[in-house]
């Protein structure tokens, strides 16, 4: 099972670009990146999710280099409501006998 | 669009206790999970549903801990007896199919054991 490493925690200020690293050297060849977002007394919610290059939607983008040992969720001009915990994970899908298994996340704070 | 349904949101008891969770995933959704969270962590899968059938169920402590998937539906989880370290959130999810697909959750129930 791809293990992934986050930073701890990170502060940014509106209306600036985060970007959230996250390291998975083990990820294998049929693995998925995904990133869900946490905020306090509620479920964790889908972001975005990738396999390789950019993938781009209406909240983030997903930046995946070619060797996939890493990836970067961009988060434009946040707001103080993007104040929460993110989560990036790898696996795939239990027919192909992998799993989705959530880290200790990146506590991200957004400061006026 | 329904969400994930859970109840009850929060449950306050003693240890050795029993307690009793249920989760109503999203209509159609065939793969239920249950997670536990506790403090300052992410989220542990404690067991994953595909329909009524058990897909992975090896992070479930299973001398204590139960769930059940009647009919394809909904879904309780069962703590008995409880342990003081068993106070956490727990979460119900579901997706469509596989594990790699947007996963909804539910607004979980926070479990105090006294």
């Known amino acids: 099972l791809a293990k992934t490493t986050q930073p701890i925690s990170m502060d940014s200020y509106e209306g600036q670009e985060v970007n959230i690293t996250c390291s998975h050297n083990n990820i294998a060849t049929n693995d998925y990146i995904t990133w869900y977002q946490q905020f306090p007394s509620q479920g964790p919610r889908f972001i975005i999710q990738g396999y390789k290059t950019k993938v781009t939607n209406e909240v983030a983008s997903l930046f995946i280099p070619a060797d996939r040992k890493s990836s970067t969720l961009s988060l434009p001009r946040v707001s103080l409501s993007d104040t929460a915990v993110y989560y990036c994970?790898?696996?795939?899908?239990?027919?192909?006998?992998?799993?989705?298994?959530f880290g200790q996340g990146t506590e991200l704070s957004v400061k006026p | 669009e329904a969400g994930v349904a859970q109840s009850p949101r929060y449950k306050i008891i003693e240890k050795r206790q029993s307690v009793a969770f249920w989760c109503n995933p999203i209509?159609?959704?065939?793969?239920l999970y249950w997670y536990q969270q506790i403090l300052g962590q992410g989220p542990k899968l404690l067991i994953q549903?595909?329909?009524?059938?058990?897909?992975?169920d090896s992070q479930l402590p299973k001398d204590r801990f139960s769930a059940e998937r009647l009919k394809g539906v909904d879904s309780t989880l069962k703590i008995q007896p409880a342990k003081l370290e068993d106070s956490a959130v727990y979460l119900c999810a579901s997706s469509l199919g596989q594990a790699n697909n947007e996963q909804f959750f539910g607004p979980g129930t926070r479990l105090t054991v006294l």
């Open positions: 994970l790898v696996g795939t899908g239990y027919n192909q006998g992998g799993k989705l298994i």
């Open positions: 209509s159609g959704h065939a793969t």
């Open positions: 549903f595909q329909n009524n059938g058990v897909v992975d």
